[in-house]
């Protein structure tokens, strides 16, 4: 049986990034969000869902996945709102904008609860997103303050919490019908009633093609029991009723080698740019003695070497004599940084550049700091100069300053295979890390890749090589994020792809411009020492 949707006037696709990037910085700027800013910025997501499924129905795209999750985030933010403000500290992020807020307690009214209807739409994605763990508590405030209780709300927080009973008469809700029916496993007392609610789906809004509650129970279904829709209609689409389920890649299910293309663009770059670019980074590293020698402007220098490398780079599949110049250039840079923070304090330390040796005072602090320490190690993995390596080696991440950032425990974590030290605990910690990250709308650093690096699992390792580099694609395939400078290349991946191959042996299975060859068969790029 297939039921077919409404219609609806659906508004253009393009230049979403930017319509909804302008309505969150302009709420944040208008003073205090409140659940119904949040709210409205939930339905903007939901609206371009919508609208995106009317080309796409079966919303299977790294660009649905992020609208469907940000819609959730922006919602729960409705509801953490409602259950905290003003009383408790909580915050609220959007990755698709990179945009977040915070709230600390203050003396202001205790604010309207939210209505019944929005709390089981945003309680609906939750579901549908698998987030109803992390924003529990604020659910279950705002249902104790739901007026007289709502029996569907019950009904739904029941099914996650047993200390809640379920409302006893279904009556004629088709909703709570569907979560007895699920209570009980009847499945065709459970088909009859999502039918019903889908009879009922209507609206002009393109967020109306997707109805949240038949949605909800259907991924709730398909999680409890493994059921799928008995009826087929773009009301349901599979990704969203299976959490946008894959099936575990295995060796055998693959013929090698596997290529992957790298979709971006490639990113501007004009000779007037390369040149400043260009002529600020011969300027740090070789300054005159007017400058002063500042550690600050050698920093900047490496962000911005590594900038142009990955700017060039996007413009072919494998690397120029250039860009192998870039390269080497940016891994020294890293690398002298780190020999600036080795230094005692206050001594002045030599370190060779382009084959110019400059003096630095000794410098420990943001500018030497876990970031710049990760970025110059791997373009010393990728490059396979010892002699820049060594001193990162000797140098841990947090030598220059502490680490609070969700990449804390994968850097300890590689910091500790690389000195041959046992790094499986650390790598433990990192997994969580990683879990965490993605949680607050972060790129995970690629942990899984450097797990079988320390098992010595080859096989195992082209797998996770080949999801690093799936989820790095997939990443800059949302919003604007095809224009970012990280777009071209995941350093952190292709070090350990470099690493694996120039220090194991193992051959690399997968094919794509995310790994220039040249830089994996070691020829031309490498210093021997």
Known sequence: MRIERHQVATPALDDFSDRIGRQVHSDSRAGLMTATEW???????????????????????????????????????AVSFAAYYPRERFSVFLDYVNIGMSYDPEAADTPTPLTAHRWVNAFCLAVLTDTFDRHAEAFIFTWQALASSSDLATALLSHFLTRIDTPSNAGDDPALRALHALAIRDRAAFDAAVLGLLDRTDGTRPRTLLPLLPLALSALAHRAHGWLPAVESDYLPHSLVTGFATTERLPEDLTWPVRLDRPTPPLPLHPDSEAHYERGIRRAIAPEPDDGYPVSSLAHAFGQQVRLFRARASHADDITDTQLADLRLASEIGSALSRIALADPGSIVAVTLAGRTVHFPATRDDDTGPGHWQLAVSLALITGNQDDLAPLLLASPTHSTGDRSVYAAYRLALHDHLRGIDARPAVEKARLEAARAQEWGFFPAPVALLSQLVDGDEAGFNLALLDALTAHRDHHRVADRATEPTAPLNLDVLALACHARRHRGWTVRVESPYLPARLLRGHDSAHRH
């Open 39 to 77: 709210q409205l910025i939930s339905d903007a997501f939901l609206d371009q869902l919508g609208a995106l499924s009317v080309t796409s129905p079966e919303l299977s795209s790294p660009e649905a996945r992020a609208l469907l999750r940000n819609a959730a985030e922006a919602a729960a933010g």
